[in-house]
């Protein structure tokens, strides 16, 4: 039985996650995107900034969301 509630609990998980490959970037549980170009992304109010080339959404869902580009910088802020 506790088996199952950790599976169940990591489904309903809450916390942002930010998995970094070579060219993507994948963002799990934002709220919302406040800017998008092919330099620059900006994502929950400006905690996370996204800088680089040719950056371009490949997916997007409720609350995930993958990035397909060159990275240069990457900002996060915890507030």
Do not use: A, P, W
């Not at 916390?15 to 070579?22: G, P, Q, S, T």
């Amino acid at each position: 039985m506790n088996l199952v509630n950790k599976i169940r609990n990591s489904f309903n998980e809450k916390k942002l996650k930010i998995i970094i490959f070579d060219k993507y970037i994948n963002i799990i549980n934002y709220s919302v995107i406040n800017d998008i170009s092919n330099e620059k992304i900006i994502i929950n109010n400006q905690n996370i900034i996204i800088n680089g080339r040719n950056l371009k959404v490949i997916k997007l869902l409720d609350n995930e969301i993958l990035i397909e580009g060159l990275l240069s910088d990457l900002e996060y802020k915890n507030e």
